[in-house]
Each structure stands twice: as structure tokens, then as C-alpha cells.
């Protein structure tokens, strides 16, 4: 599938081109292509004015003027590019604007989408594409022996999109979880874990609330001056790698590691490999004993550090204690990912108070020689807070961290709630048991509605912004949901089921016909076109938003059609059937992408 845009930015070039004397035509400027006003077209070329003015000396007579080069460019774009166009104005401003062939359309809609694709993949053919390369996306990063909380929502949920934009491309990603699971913190739950449970090393605890473990331990190291120096000695004991202290942090790490596992399996992440602060221990001295080698490393205040033009503050690779902290890990991951790994990429998805951190890593791994972009590329992609709806860090009543297992059960429940009401007011195709779901299907939808919303209302923001977490706006079947894309998805199987429409197969279309007659069948066949560059867009700042965006806007115009063409039953349903089954190829596509299981029967 190749976008439309560079299909027409590519024959205004040639046009373009072929307008110029041949004198000019080396100097002759990309086409300056965007979308139209809709009243008047698709796609307009704005280059004439500026070329009347740039070269007005050089053009010969009949060319002087934008409008005059203008006619030129629609002589040759309608000489060029026949079936393409079905019609071209020229402003007297020298603007041309193209509105599209309804039978071009139809055979981009039916050669682009409506092959085969046992896959269950629509194919892109992106312009300028690059070579595959080896991405390791960073990303949730929880901290043992704390419960995971919102904050690590967005991490996770955009993680695993980022990585599945970078796989559909054809990249080699690998998901990397850096828990923090190593620290001074450590010490202080060891003789916690001695006290409460003395027979550990033998009998593994049962601590099914590890935030209250963490914050008794943190108590007792704040009020108990003995605990605190037991705690301290346990550092020293566990960084020298004693026996003990190993097996204590072990258990601690396996208990929290327990608690991730689930949430990641409600949220279906698969894939993340753990590679935590401690995988980094034995490597961070040898790597400092090479960036002092280099003279990047200076002595301020008993600490060794490296300073970079990107912030008066250093990157602390050794404290003034002799021990290692944050600076000292993320250096030593970084020369590990791209000298070791080797990988092209490496992206970090972190709250944006992590930003200038980040961007002085990045310059230390460029002033060490680890980092060539841009045959490499570092890519930060900080995001907002979730907030409540005071405007505020989401918090509970009580003022506490939501936990995350807390929301998702809360989103499954209403979901479960949306559907029932939905049933017992007689809505939908499937609406409930009665139309043909079982019980445990109906749960199984409650549940897939539940994170999905979840999911989705997340990928929908802005990343950089913070949003306000409403549970009510997550859920509404009308507005910019997942409900409302599910439910739309859900309607579109329902029609291709009631015409016996084979869409479970795959099978290979692109010889048959579409005939596009009506204003809303084309808005339609021009969105489900709009994909690929929508891809495009999304590839180059992996902006998640842009495509939620476009699935609105698909499922829209999708409705629109529904509602005034009728599909089964009308002269035009085989054709109409073939524009269901792609925007439901495209949907499926852009489900897959943002992890979400659309359901056929809801």
C-alpha cells in the first residue's frame, strides 16, 4: 500500500519537470503538495507563484505569470497522469488543484487492500524506506518491591505500540524492561524481610501486598535508628555480593516480579525482556575505567562526573561515596546497547521530568564514540502526567497511588456494566448472551472492552500532555472510544456475516471491481487509502495519537456510508461488500498495531 500523497507528489513532480525548459530543469524545486479544501478538490500544487518569481527572467513568454505556469502544470499533469485525475483547476494565483478519479481510487482501494493477506496484514510500501534495523525500545520500568501504578501506564501501553509501529516497518525490536531493582533502598527491606519472616531462606514469604511491605520497611528505617544502621551494613553486604543479602534481594525481586507478570498479562505485553539495574553491576566499573581513559571524566566534589553543553548539572558516573547511582546504570546500559547489542536504536519511554537526563546521556554517548548518528539514533519520547480530575497526579480518595491491577479491574467492571445496560436496552447485533454470546464470552468481551478502553484513551492523547483520567469519557460508545471503534468493527462482521461474505480467509480481491458512485462511498475509499500515509507520519515521530486520530476519522466516515448506501440487498452490494471488508482489513490492521482485540460479536 503507497500513500496517495506520494503518488500525486510524484506526478506533480514529473509535471513540474516537463513544464520547466530544459535549461531549468535541474534547478526546478520539489512539488509543494497538501491536502485541499474538499470543496474544491483532494490534493493542490502551489509551486507556480514562486517560480514566476524565481525564474520570471528565464521562463519563456505564456509563462511569466503564476497563473500562466499553472495551466502549464495542469496541461501536462492531464497529459501525464490521465486515469489519475478526474479534474484540474488552476487559481488565478497560479494554484493547481487535483480531485482524484473514482475509478484510480477504486483500483488503488482494490490493488492496495483487497489482496491477499492471509497474513492478516495490509502491506505498506513507504517511499524512501529504510533498511531494517535492530531497536531496543526501553520501556514500563517498574522498581521491585513497589506495587505498579499509573505512572507506569503510559510507559507500558506506549512501549508496546512504539515497538509494534517498528515491527510493521520490517525492524528487529526488542522489548527491554530496566526495573529498578537495585539500591540503597535494598538494605532496608533485607532486614525487613529477616525480621518479619526469619525462616525465609527456607520457606519463600507470602507478601501479597508488597507496598505495604515497602513502606513498614521504609517506617522502621526512618524511626529506628538501629534498623537504619542494619540496613546500611546490608548495602555493603549484598554489593559485595554476601550469600544471604543475594538470596534476600532474590526473593524481594521474585515477589515483585510475580506481581508484574499478571499485570503485564491483563495488559497483554509479550515479549519484554527483564534487564534490570543489577544486569549493569559488574560492567559500570570497567566502563568508567574507560570514559576517565578518554579524559571525559572530572572529579567535583569527591564525585567523578562528566559534564556536557546540555546542562551546567553533570552525569555522576561515581558518587563522592566511591558507590554507583541512576548516571552510573543508564551510561553503562547505553555503551552495553550500542557496542554490545549493536543496536541502531535505542528508545527510552519516560515521564518527561526525565528529559534533560536523558538528553546528557545521549550527549556523553556521542562524546565517548559510542553514538554516530545518524548511522545510529538515540530517540527520547517523554510523556505527560495522568492526572485526576482536580487537574493533579491521579490519586485515590485517600490520596494514595492508584495502583494498576485497582484500575483495570474498576475499567473491566464498567465495562461489564456498559454491556449489560446495552443488552437490557435491546442495542446491537450481539449486544448480549441472548444474541448468541455465551457467558463466558460475555465476561471474555468485558473484560478485552475494559483495557482496551483503557488502552486506548491513553494513545489517543497527545504524548507530550497530560491528561485527566476519566473513566465515564473512556467508556462512552459514542465518543472517540475504543467502545466505539470495537462496536463499530463488531457492526461492519455482522454485515459481511449476513451476506456470507468470506472475510476470515484472507482471500485475494484485487480483481474484482468497485464502483465508487456516491459522494460518501468515495470519502470512504479515500480514508481507508489514507492509511498508509497516516503510517508515514506515525513512522517519523511515532506520534501513537496520529492513529487513533485516524480510526476516528475511518470509522466516521465509515458510518456515514453505512447509513446512506445500502449494503446487503442494493444493485451495488457485491462492490459494497469489497468496501466493508477493506476498512475492516485497515481497522483490523490499526487494532493490531495499538494491541487491542477487536471482537466480531459484541
Known amino acids: 500500500m503507497k500513500p496517495v500523497s506520494s503518488q500525486v507528489h510524484e506526478a506533480f513532480g514529473k509535471a513540474l519537470r516537463t513544464t520547466m525548459p530544459s535549461t531549468l530543469q535541474a534547478s526546478c524545486p520539489d512539488p509543494m503538495v497538501a491536502t485541499a479544501n474538499p470543496k474544491f478538490g483532494d490534493y493542490q500544487c502551489n509551486n507556480a507563484m514562486g517560480l514566476a518569481k524565481k525564474f520570471k527572467s528565464e521562463l519563456p513568454d505564456g509563462m511569466k505569470i503564476p497563473k500562466q505556469i499553472g495551466e502549464k502544470i495542469k496541461s ?22 487535483v480531485k482524484l478519479s473514482s475509478g484510480w481510487i477504486a483500483k488503488q482501494l482494490t490493488s492496495s487492500v483487497l489482496g491477499e493477506c492471509k497474513d492478516g496484514k495490509v502491506k505498506l510500501d513507504l517511499p524512501n524506506k529504510e533498511a531494517p534495523r535492530k531497536v531496543i525500545v526501553d520501556m514500563s520500568s517498574p522498581n521491585i518491591a513497589k506495587e505498579m501504578h499509573v505512572g507506569h501506564l503510559r510507559s507500558t501501553i506506549l512501549g508496546e505500540t512504539v515497538s509494534r509501529i517498528l515491527e510493521y516497518a520490517g525492524n528487529d525490536v526488542h522489548r527491554i524492561n530496566h526495573v529498578g531493582d537495585w ?45 537504619k544502621k542494619r540496613s546500611q551494613e546490608e548495602v555493603v553486604a549484598l554489593q559485595s555480593g ?18 508484574f507478570e499478571e499485570v503485564y498479562r491483563r495488559l497483554g505485553i509479550k515479549g519484554l525482556k527483564e534487564q534490570g539495574e543489577s544486569f549493569y553491576n559488574e560492567m559500570i566499573g570497567p566502563v568508567v575505567e574507560m ?20 546542562d551546567e548539572v553533570p552525569m555522576m558516573v561515581v558518587k563522592s561515596d566511591g558507590g554507583y547511582g541512576y548516571d552510573s546504570t543508564d551510561v553503562t546500559a547505553v555503551w552495553y546497547r550500542l557496542t554490545q547489542l549493536h543496536a541502531d536504536e535505542v528508545v527510552y519511554i519516560t515521564d ?12 556523553v554517548a556521542k562524546m565517548a564514540g559510542w553514538h554516530h548518528p545518524p548511522q545510529t539514533k538515540l530517540d527520547y519520547l517523554g510523556f505527560g502526567v495522568v492526572c485526576g480530575e482536580d487537574g493533579k497526579k491521579f490519586k485515590t480518595r485517600s490520596g494514595t497511588t492508584v495502583k494498576l491491577t485497582d484500575l483495570l479491574d474498576e475499567a ?12 437490557n436496552a435491546g442495542e446491537g447485533e450481539a449486544a448480549g448472551r441472548s444474541t448468541g454470546l455465551t457467558e463466558e464470552e460475555f465476561d471474555n468481551a468485558s473484560k478485552i472492552i475494559g483495557v482496551a478502553s483503557v488502552r486506548y484513551f491513553d494513545l489517543r492523547q497527545n504524548r507530550t500532555t497530560n491528561y485527566i483520567f476519566n ?66 507520519a506515525v513512522l517519523s515521530d511515532l506520534q501513537c495519537h496520529r492513529l487513533c486520530e485516524y480510526m476516528w476519522d475511518l470509522t466516521n466516515k465509515f458510518t456515514s456510508f453505512y447509513t446512506e448506501c445500502k449494503v446487503v440487498g442494493s444493485e451495488q452490494e457485491r462492490s459494497r461488500l469489497l468496501l466493508c471488508e477493506a476498512t475492516r482489513r485497515v481497522l483490523a490492521q490499526c487494532f493490531e498495531i495499538l494491541d487491542i482485540t477487536p471482537l466480531e460479536r459484541i
Request: proline residues 3%; contains cysteine; negative net charge.
Open 412 to 423: 473491566e467492571d464498567r465495562a461489564k456494566k456498559e454491556l449489560e445496560s446495552r443488552l
Open 242 to 259: 554476601d550469600e544471604y543479602a543475594r538470596k534476600a534481594w532474590q526473593i524481594c525481586c521474585d515477589i515483585s516480579r510475580k506481581s
Open 183 to 227: 539500591g540503597t533502598q535494598f538494605g532496608m527491606l533485607i532486614e525487613h524481610m529477616k525480621d518479619a519472616y526469619p525462616d525465609f531462606l527456607h520457606h519463600t514469604p507470602e507478601v501479597s501486598d508488597l507496598q505495604t511491605f515497602y513502606k513498614a520497611a521504609k517506617k522502621r528505617f526512618d524511626e529506628e535508628p538501629e534498623f
Open 352 to 363: 518527561l521530568g526525565q528529559e534533560v537526563h536523558f538528553k546528557k546521556l545521549f550527549e
Open 76 to 97: 501536462n499533469l492531464m497529459e501525464e497522469s490521465p486515469e489519475e485525475f478526474e479534474s484540474v483547476t488552476v487559481a488565478p494565483a497560479g494554484f493547481v488543484t
Open 291 to 310: 570514559l576517565e581513559k578518554q579524559g571525559l571524566v572530572v572529579e567535583s566534589n569527591g564525585a567523578k562526573c562528566i559534564f556536557t553543553d546540555i
Open 471 to 536: 473513566f465515564d469519557k473512556m467508556l462512552d460508545p459514542k465518543g472517540n472510544t475504543a467502545v466505539f471503534l470495537l462496536y463499530a468493527y463488531a457492526r461492519i462482521c455482522s454485515i459481511l456475516r449476513k451476506a456470507n461474505f468470506d472475510y476470515h480467509s484472507g482471500l485475494d480481491f484485487s480483481t474484482e471491481d468497485v464502483t465508487i458512485t456516491e459522494e460518501k462511498e468515495r470519502a470512504l475509499a479515500l480514508e481507508i487509502l489514507r492509511f498508509a500515509e497516516v503510517m508515514q
